[in-house]
């Protein structure tokens, strides 16, 4: 566990009176895939947020390659959060020029071919597209990115099987090398083949965190293993 | 990267603040076209529209320019967009000062463009409307063709300076409201919130800017051509009535608060807010 390229120590977060994270501790390495389950309203989001420095006033402490969230870490991380954070005047090829402007590691040609792949107009108004093509034209801003580690934030809630599929396969085709990835999601049977390692989160605390190939040696499936940790939650 | 950040401000709000400026543009065009196209002395019809139009404007470009870099503000750092713009990897500071100096800038030609419409309207109604006002006026702008070109400039650059200032704290102190509005405590409501919580914030800062320009006796005249530094009251008070002069102890009185406030607007957006 020598170079951690993610450490969260003990981190606490409330809002007025609701705990939402309640001393939250994990590591994650660079290549790994790690699935971060838990059902709605569990504190995956809170979590993410602190990470990627959108909610800056919680309690413990983050690294990311060592450092706390700021310019350097916000350069290592691609994130993608669950809502439509373009704003409605762009363009696909705006917010390419955009994000270009922005990230050194952010590879045009890669999000050009992306564009042409996923069958998107490159000229048209983000807001006048369909809520599946706005989700592929973040998924491809994210996935253009040449970065460490990328946190996914529910990529799969609310589309169809075949449209999952087809993020799942852009998501791990277009990884950058040796990079790591955070997926946030409770549609777990999705993701399970190709998570290293599993992060459930219960009431504000981390419940399991365990490598994947611990839970197949257990004769268990992740799901399983959600279902026994959530049984009494719903 | 703050160019960077500056340049996206720019066009973000650009977008909107640049379809403005085409129609002042335009109703420029028409008013002036009419004038000069006109037969005869009676004064036509797209002349007398059009500078009532400008004038309309120009009046409201204020207000518009304020709803405009209110908006944009609130989208783009509290509104979902925040999730892009906080992610960059720029300092939040920079994100803010970016916007505070786009915005203030906005201010500052509209201003200009208050003027280029008032000088359009003396072209236009000349002396059989605006009669003894008018000479008033042309006795004034005479007036600069006597002054010293060196004068007239650092008198233009101070004065710009001056307006920048002022805007920039009348800026700052919009976003600092809108920031505030945008804590727990209001976030429900929080474009309500702005509105309400604007009036006391700005009455309390314009108070104190006052109370302590009031013992703070600093400033610049231009007095025959000449940069004349004033710091008694009595000497300020009688100048202030025939020359073109700076407060500067005002205006410094100003750039601390407004930086005060600005510190204190950073603080709440980096350490208070958690976006929706």
Redesign the interface.
């Known amino acids: 566990m020598g170079n951690a390229l993610l450490q969260v120590k003990n981190l606490k977060k409330s809002y007025g009176d609701h705990q939402v994270l309640n001393g939250i501790n994990f590591k994650i390495n660079p290549g790994m895939i790690v699935g971060l389950l838990g059902p709605n309203g569990c504190g995956k989001t809170s979590m993410i947020k602190s990470i990627v420095g959108l909610i800056n006033d919680y309690e413990g402490e983050i690294l990311i390659e060592g450092e706390h969230p700021g310019v350097e870490s916000k350069k290592a991380i691609a994130y993608l959060p669950e809502k439509n954070y373009l704003p409605a005047w762009m363009t696909p090829k705006s917010a390419i020029k955009y994000m270009a402007d922005f990230y050194e590691n952010f590879n045009k040609e890669k999000a050009y071919s992306m564009l042409k792949a996923f069958d998107l107009p490159e000229n048209q108004k983000i807001k006048t597209m369909s809520k599946g093509m706005q989700e592929k034209v973040q998924l491809l801003l994210v996935m253009s990115r040449e970065a460490k580690l990328y946190i996914l934030d529910e990529p799969l809630g609310g589309v169809d099987p075949v449209a999952r599929d087809f993020i799942m396969e852009t998501i791990m085709k277009n990884r950058f090398e040796n990079s790591s990835i955070l997926l946030s999601t409770h549609l777990i049977y999705d993701i399970e083949g190709i998570l290293d390692r599993v992060l459930m989160i219960k009431g504000g605390e981390l419940e399991v965190d365990t490598d994947v190939k611990n839970v197949i040696d257990h004769n268990m499936t992740v799901e399983d293993l959600f279902k026994e940790v959530f049984r009494n939650v719903f | 990267?703050f160019s960077?950040v500056l340049?996206?401000d720019f066009i973000?709000t650009g977008?909107i603040m640049g379809v403005i400026y085409l129609i002042v543009a335009g109703i420029t065009a028409v008013t002036l076209g009419s004038h000069y196209l006109k037969k005869g002395e009676e004064m036509a019809v797209g002349e007398a529209l059009g500078v009532a139009a400008l004038l309309l404007v120009s009046m409201c470009m204020f207000i518009l320019t304020a709803v405009v870099v209110l908006t944009d503000f609130h989208?783009?750092l509290y509104g979902?967009?925040?999730?892009?713009t906080?992610?960059?990897?720029?300092?939040s500071w920079k994100i803010l000062l970016s916007k505070v100096l786009v915005s203030t800038i906005w201010f500052v030609i509209a201003l200009a463009a208050l003027f280029g419409s008032m000088w359009v309207t003396v072209v236009v109604l000349k002396e059989e409307v605006l009669g003894e006002n008018y000479d008033t006026i042309m006795g004034l702008i005479s007036q600069f063709s006597t002054v010293k070109i060196s004068s007239f400039v650092a008198s233009v650059v101070a004065k710009i300076i001056v307006f920048f200032v002022e805007f920039a704290f009348f800026t700052v102190t919009i976003f600092f409201t809108s920031t505030l509005a945008n804590t727990?405590l209001f976030q429900k409501r929080s474009v309500l919130w702005t509105i309400v919580l604007f009036i006391p914030i700005a009455v309390v800062t314009v108070k104190l800017a006052e109370f302590i320009n009031e013992r703070l006796v600093f400033s610049i005249f231009f007095v025959d051509d000449k940069i004349k530094l004033v710091t008694d009251n009595f000497e300020y008070q009688s100048l202030l009535l025939n020359n073109n002069g700076i407060d500067i102890g005002e205006l410094f009185v100003y750039f601390i608060l407004g930086a005060g406030i600005f510190v204190a607007t950073h603080y709440i957006m980096?350490?208070?807010i958690?976006?929706k």
């Open positions: 990267m960077k340049k996206h973000s977008r989208k783009s979902e967009r925040g999730y892009l906080f992610t960059l990897p720029v300092k727990r980096s350490k208070k958690n976006i």
